[in-house]
C-alpha cells in the first residue's frame, strides 16, 4: 500500500500515527488525492485487528489549510460540460456525488467503530477542521500559531462536509450559528472552552496524549450517536429554539441583505440537520452545498477571495527578474493618523522605524497613536504587552531628516500638497543612502509628476495605503514614468513583510481605488441633489453590498478632504457638470456649515458622545428638490450605486491603469468594501455579462447623463460576447 501525502507508522502498541505531509507544499490541503488516502488509511484501521486506532497529525509547521478550492470551483466548472454530455440530471447526480464526498469520507472514520484522535498545531482550517470534528478526540498545541475554525462564509462557501452538524451539535444553537456565519478562527483556549476540542497541551505532548486516549479506551462512538444524545439548546421546535431562530433569521437579513447564498443555505441546512438523524442531516447539507457551488456569487468570491488573492500575496505581479529586496530600517515622514498607522504596522513586522514630523512633540504625538492602536489590540485579547515592549523599542520618534541617513525606505505621509510633497522629498533625497527607496503615500496626485523634485526619480514609488492602516489589507504599489523594476520589487517585499496585500497601479490623478470611490461618493451626492432622501441613499449603498452607504463615506474620508480633491480635479481636468455640483455641495457644508465629517464630529452625519451616529436633520435645508420615497425606484438606487464604480474600474482597465483584473478585483473588495458577493468590480460585470450591463448603463445614460456611457472596451466584449475573464 503506497502513499504519497501520509507517512504511516504502527507501534507495537497497536496505534497508528497517520503524519499527513504533502510532498512539494508548504502546507497540506484536501485533495482528491488526498482524499484517495484517507480512505485507504479508514478501511486498514478498520479491518486490521492489530490496529486500535489513529492518531492523525501534521509533519509540517501547520495542521492544514482545508480543501483546495481550486478542486471545488473546477467541479462547479465541469458541470456545463456533464449537463451537454449526459444531461442535467445525470450531471447533477454526478456533481452531488462528488461533492459530497469529503462528507461522506468523514461520517465513515466517524463511524468505523475504532477510535480516531486529530492532534493539531498550527492552522486547522476549513475541510481539515471538518476532519478534526469528526475524529473522537481532538487536542490541539498551545502555541501562539495554532488556529481553529470554520472560515469558508469568507469565499462564499459554506462548512459542507460536516461543519454545520457537527458544530451545532456541539455547542448552543446561538454559538454555533455566530461562530459559522461569521467565519469565526479560534486559539486553542477559546476551542476548548467552546467544547470544539478536548485537550491543549504543548506540541511535543499532542501526538503522546492523543495516542494515550486510544490506548486507554477512548471511545470510537460520537456523541450524537449515541443512546439518548440530546441537542445542547434542546429541540429547534421548542420555546428556546423559536427564539434562536427567529433571531437568526433577523440577523441574516440585516448582515446580508439577502446578497450572499453561501450564508442562506448554512442557515438552512443547520436548522433542517438539527431535526433529523446524522446521516440524513448529512445529505441535507450536501444538497445545499451544491446549491451554492452552482451560484455565481460563490464562484466569483472563490475567484477573486481565495485563488486571486493568494496568487497577488505570493507575488504574481512583481517583477519577476529582481531579486529580494533587503530593508532593515524604515523612515516615515509625518507624524499624523496615516504615518503613525504606517510606522506602527512597519514595526510590528519587525522593521526598525524612524517615525520623524517637524519637532519631537509632534512625532511624540505619532509614536502615542501607535500606542493607542496597540492598547486596543492587548484589550481585545488580539496581542500581549511584550509585543507592545518589542513594538516600542523598534519605533523611534525623530524631528531631524539626518536621522533618516540609515534608512533603506522611507514613506512621505505628509499634507497631500503637491508642492508640501515635493519639498519633503527632496530633503529625504539629500540624507538618505543611495541604495535608498522612497515611497509616497500620496493618495491621488500622479508620483510622475512628485518625481521631478528629485535626482533620483527611478527610486521614488507610490506606496498607497488606506485607513485605518493597521486594518485595511490592500495597498496600491503606483508606477510612474521614471519608476524603476527594482523599486517595484522593494514596495510588493516591504508590503508583503508587513502582511498587506499589493496591487500594482499606473500611474493616474486618483489611481484606481480613489477612482472607483470617488464615483461612488459622486453617485450619492447628485442622487442627494437631485430631492433622493438622504436615508433611501444610505440604505441602497448599503442593500447593494457596500458597507456603508455613500454620504457615510464620505463623512469618513473627510469632507474637507474631499473638497480639496474635487477642486484640484477641476482644475487638473477643466469643469464637469457633474464635479461642480459635487464642489458647491460640499463647499456650502464645510464652508458656511463648519461640518468636516467624521474627524469633528459632524458632516452629513452627527457623531453625539452617548449615542449612534444620526443623519443630521439640517440636510433637508440643503435639498431645493425633495423627491417623495414612493416616487423613488429602490432598485435602480442599487444598479446606479454598483454600475459607477464598476464603469469606473472598466475605465481604469481600458486606459491600463489597472492591467490585471485580479487586482481590480481584489483591490476594491479589500481597498473599499466593494459587494464582496459580485467578486469584485469586473466581476460583477462579467456576472450580469457584458451585454446585459452596457444595456443597464444605455438606461441610466439616458436618463441621469453622461457618467453612465459605457467604455468601448465594454461595448466590445458586449459585442463579441467576451469578458475580462473569458
Given at each position: 500500500?503506497?502513499?504519497?501525502?501520509?507517512?504511516?507508522?504502527?507501534?507495537?502498541?497497536?496505534?497508528?500515527?497517520?503524519?499527513?505531509?504533502?510532498?512539494?507544499?508548504?502546507?497540506?490541503?484536501?485533495?482528491?488525492?488526498?482524499?484517495?488516502?484517507?480512505?485507504?488509511?479508514?478501511?486498514?484501521?478498520?479491518?486490521?485487528?492489530?490496529?486500535?486506532?489513529?492518531?492523525?497529525?501534521?509533519?509540517?509547521?501547520?495542521?492544514?489549510?482545508?480543501?483546495?478550492?481550486?478542486?471545488?470551483?473546477?467541479?462547479?466548472?465541469?458541470?456545463?460540460?456533464?449537463?451537454?454530455?449526459?444531461?442535467?440530471?445525470?450531471?447533477?447526480?454526478?456533481?452531488?456525488?462528488?461533492?459530497?464526498?469529503?462528507?461522506?469520507?468523514?461520517?465513515?472514520?466517524?463511524?468505523?467503530?475504532?477510535?480516531?484522535?486529530?492532534?493539531?498545531?498550527?492552522?486547522?482550517?476549513?475541510?481539515?477542521?471538518?476532519?478534526?470534528?469528526?475524529?473522537?478526540?481532538?487536542i490541539a498545541s498551545d502555541a501562539r500559531e495554532t488556529r481553529l475554525g470554520l472560515p469558508e462564509i469568507s469565499v462564499g462557501l459554506f462548512p459542507g462536509a460536516g461543519g454545520t452538524q457537527r458544530v451545532t451539535r456541539l455547542m448552543p444553537t446561538a454559538d454555533a450559528l455566530q461562530l459559522l456565519s461569521r467565519g469565526k478562527v479560534l486559539d486553542p483556549s477559546h476551542a476548548l472552552a467552546t467544547g470544539l476540542i478536548h485537550e491543549v497541551a504543548s506540541r511535543s505532548e499532542i501526538v503522546g496524549r492523543a495516542k494515550q486516549w486510544i490506548l486507554e479506551g477512548g471511545s470510537p462512538v460520537a456523541p450524537w450517536d449515541t443512546k439518548g444524545y440530546r441537542l445542547p439548546s434542546g429541540k429547534v421546535y421548542s420555546p428556546e429554539g423559536i427564539r434562536?431562530?427567529?433571531?437568526?433569521?433577523?440577523?441574516?437579513?440585516?448582515?446580508?441583505?439577502?446578497?450572499?447564498?453561501?450564508?442562506?443555505?448554512?442557515?438552512?441546512?443547520?436548522?433542517?440537520?438539527?431535526?433529523?438523524?446524522?446521516?440524513?442531516?448529512?445529505?441535507?447539507?450536501?444538497?445545499?452545498?451544491?446549491?451554492?457551488?452552482?451560484?455565481?456569487?460563490?464562484?466569483?468570491?472563490?475567484?477573486?477571495?481565495?485563488?486571486?488573492?493568494?496568487?497577488?500575496?505570493?507575488?504574481?505581479?512583481?517583477?519577476?527578474?529582481?531579486?529580494?529586496?533587503?530593508?532593515?530600517?524604515?523612515?516615515?515622514?509625518?507624524?499624523?493618523?496615516?504615518?503613525?498607522?504606517?510606522?506602527?504596522?512597519?514595526?510590528?513586522?519587525?522593521?526598525?522605524?524612524?517615525?520623524?514630523?517637524?519637532?519631537?512633540?509632534?512625532?511624540?504625538?505619532?509614536?502615542?497613536?501607535?500606542?493607542?492602536?496597540?492598547?486596543?489590540?492587548?484589550?481585545?485579547?488580539?496581542?500581549?504587552?511584550?509585543?507592545?515592549?518589542?513594538?516600542?523599542?523598534?519605533?523611534?520618534?525623530?524631528?531631524?531628516?539626518?536621522?533618516?541617513?540609515?534608512?533603506?525606505?522611507?514613506?512621505?505621509?505628509?499634507?497631500?500638497?503637491?508642492?508640501?510633497?515635493?519639498?519633503?522629498?527632496?530633503?529625504?533625497?539629500?540624507?538618505?543612502?543611495?541604495?535608498?527607496?522612497?515611497?509616497?503615500?500620496?493618495?491621488?496626485?500622479?508620483?510622475?509628476?512628485?518625481?521631478?523634485?528629485?535626482?533620483?526619480?527611478?527610486?521614488?514609488?507610490?506606496?498607497?495605503?488606506?485607513?485605518?492602516?493597521?486594518?485595511?489589507?490592500?495597498?496600491?504599489?503606483?508606477?510612474?514614468?521614471?519608476?524603476?523594476?527594482?523599486?517595484?520589487?522593494?514596495?510588493?517585499?516591504?508590503?508583503?513583510?508587513?502582511?498587506?496585500?499589493?496591487?500594482?497601479?499606473?500611474?493616474?490623478?486618483?489611481?484606481?481605488?480613489?477612482?472607483?470611490?470617488?464615483?461612488?461618493?459622486?453617485?450619492?451626492?447628485?442622487?442627494?441633489?437631485?430631492?433622493?432622501?438622504?436615508?433611501?441613499?444610505?440604505?441602497?449603498?448599503?442593500?447593494?453590498?457596500?458597507?456603508?452607504?455613500?454620504?457615510?463615506?464620505?463623512?469618513?474620508?473627510?469632507?474637507?478632504?474631499?473638497?480639496?480633491?474635487?477642486?484640484?480635479?477641476?482644475?487638473?481636468?477643466?469643469?464637469?457638470?457633474?464635479?461642480?455640483?459635487?464642489?458647491?455641495?460640499?463647499?456650502?457644508?464645510?464652508?458656511?456649515?463648519?461640518?468636516?465629517?467624521?474627524?469633528?464630529?459632524?458632516?452629513?452625519?452627527?457623531?453625539?458622545?452617548?449615542?449612534?451616529?444620526?443623519?443630521?436633520?439640517?440636510?433637508?435645508?440643503?435639498?431645493?428638490?425633495?423627491?417623495?420615497?414612493?416616487?423613488?425606484?429602490?432598485?435602480?438606487?442599487?444598479?446606479?450605486?454598483?454600475?459607477?464604480?464598476?464603469?469606473?474600474?472598466?475605465?481604469?482597465?481600458?486606459?491600463?491603469?489597472?492591467?490585471?483584473?485580479?487586482?481590480?478585483?481584489?483591490?476594491?473588495?479589500?481597498?473599499?468594501?466593494?459587494?464582496?458577493?459580485?467578486?469584485?468590480?469586473?466581476?460583477?460585470?462579467?456576472?450580469?455579462?457584458?451585454?446585459?450591463?452596457?444595456?443597464?448603463?444605455?438606461?441610466?445614460?439616458?436618463?441621469?447623463?453622461?457618467?453612465?456611457?459605457?467604455?468601448?472596451?465594454?461595448?466590445?466584449?458586449?459585442?463579441?460576447?467576451?469578458?475580462?475573464?473569458?
Open positions: 500500500m503506497s502513499f504519497s501525502n501520509f507517512r504511516l507508522d504502527v507501534a507495537a502498541d497497536g496505534v497508528m500515527i497517520a503524519t499527513w505531509d504533502m510532498p512539494g507544499r508548504s502546507m497540506n490541503v484536501i485533495t482528491e488525492q488526498v482524499m484517495d488516502e484517507l480512505l485507504l488509511i479508514i478501511e486498514k484501521v478498520t479491518v486490521d485487528n492489530a490496529i486500535k486506532g489513529c492518531v492523525i497529525t501534521s509533519g509540517k509547521d501547520t495542521f492544514s489549510g482545508g480543501a483546495d478550492l481550486e478542486m471545488l470551483s473546477g467541479w462547479s466548472a465541469k458541470l456545463p460540460v456533464l449537463a451537454a454530455e449526459r444531461g442535467e440530471e445525470e450531471a447533477l447526480r454526478i456533481f452531488f456525488e462528488e461533492t459530497g464526498r469529503l462528507s461522506r469520507l468523514y461520517r465513515r472514520m466517524e463511524t468505523c467503530g475504532k477510535p480516531f484522535a486529530a492532534a493539531i498545531h498550527g492552522v486547522c482550517l476549513g475541510g481539515a477542521f471538518e476532519l478534526a470534528l469528526s475524529c473522537h478526540f481532538r434562536v431562530w427567529s433571531g437568526a433569521n433577523a440577523i441574516y437579513r440585516r448582515e446580508t441583505q439577502d446578497n450572499y447564498p453561501a450564508m442562506k443555505a448554512l442557515l438552512q441546512a443547520a436548522y433542517e440537520g438539527l431535526q433529523l438523524p446524522m446521516d440524513e442531516a448529512l445529505r441535507v447539507e450536501s444538497r445545499y452545498l451544491v446549491q451554492v457551488l452552482r451560484s455565481k456569487q460563490a464562484l466569483a468570491m472563490i475567484r477573486s477571495m481565495f485563488i486571486s488573492l493568494q496568487a497577488l500575496n505570493k507575488g504574481a505581479r512583481r517583477p519577476k527578474d529582481q531579486p529580494p529586496t533587503s530593508i532593515s530600517t524604515v523612515g516615515v515622514v509625518g507624524a499624523g493618523f496615516m504615518g503613525a498607522g504606517i510606522a506602527y504596522v512597519s514595526a510590528m513586522a519587525g522593521f526598525d522605524v524612524i517615525l520623524l514630523d517637524r519637532d519631537m512633540a509632534t512625532a511624540e504625538k505619532g509614536r502615542e497613536i501607535a500606542i493607542k492602536t496597540m492598547d486596543a489590540e492587548i484589550e481585545k485579547g488580539r496581542a500581549k504587552q511584550r509585543d507592545k515592549e518589542k513594538m516600542l523599542l523598534k519605533l523611534k520618534p525623530a524631528a531631524s531628516y539626518a536621522d533618516l541617513s540609515k534608512c533603506d525606505l522611507v514613506i512621505e505621509a505628509v499634507f497631500e500638497d503637491p508642492d508640501v510633497k515635493a519639498e519633503v522629498l527632496r530633503m529625504v533625497e539629500q540624507v538618505v543612502p543611495e541604495h535608498a527607496f522612497i515611497g509616497t503615500n500620496t493618495s491621488t496626485l500622479p508620483i510622475s509628476g512628485l518625481a521631478r523634485a528629485l535626482k533620483r526619480p527611478e527610486r521614488l514609488v507610490g506606496i498607497h495605503f488606506f485607513s485605518p492602516v493597521d486594518k485595511m489589507k490592500l495597498i496600491e504599489i503606483i508606477k510612474g514614468k521614471a519608476t524603476s523594476d527594482t523599486a517595484l520589487a522593494a514596495a510588493f517585499d516591504y508590503t508583503r513583510a508587513i502582511r498587506k496585500t499589493p496591487i500594482m497601479v499606473n500611474d493616474a490623478r486618483g489611481f484606481f481605488a480613489n477612482r472607483c470611490v470617488g464615483a461612488y461618493i459622486l453617485e450619492g451626492c447628485l442622487m442627494f441633489l437631485d430631492g433622493v432622501p438622504p436615508a433611501m441613499i444610505e440604505n441602497a449603498g448599503k442593500q447593494a453590498g457596500m458597507p456603508v452607504g455613500p454620504l457615510a463615506l464620505l463623512d469618513e474620508v473627510g469632507m474637507d478632504l474631499m473638497l480639496h480633491i474635487v477642486r484640484a480635479t477641476l482644475k487638473f481636468e477643466g469643469e464637469q457638470v457633474d464635479a461642480v455640483l459635487q464642489e458647491e455641495l460640499l463647499a456650502r457644508v464645510v464652508e458656511m456649515e463648519g461640518r468636516k465629517g467624521r474627524k469633528n464630529r459632524k458632516g452629513f452625519y452627527d457623531y453625539p458622545d452617548d449615542g449612534q451616529k444620526q443623519l443630521w436633520p439640517g440636510l433637508a435645508g440643503l435639498q431645493q428638490r425633495k423627491l417623495s420615497p414612493d416616487m423613488v425606484d429602490f432598485e435602480e438606487l442599487k444598479q446606479r450605486l454598483l454600475a459607477v464604480q464598476s464603469l469606473a474600474a472598466a475605465e481604469a482597465f481600458e486606459q491600463g491603469i489597472v492591467t490585471d483584473p485580479r487586482e481590480a478585483d481584489v483591490g476594491s473588495i479589500l481597498g473599499f468594501g466593494f459587494a464582496p458577493f459580485t467578486g469584485g468590480v469586473l466581476s460583477y460585470i462579467d456576472m450580469l455579462g457584458a451585454e446585459n450591463f452596457v444595456a443597464i448603463c444605455r438606461k441610466l445614460e439616458t436618463e441621469f447623463g453622461d457618467r453612465f456611457a459605457p467604455p468601448g472596451i465594454l461595448i466590445e466584449q458586449a459585442a463579441f460576447g467576451l469578458g475580462f475573464y473569458r
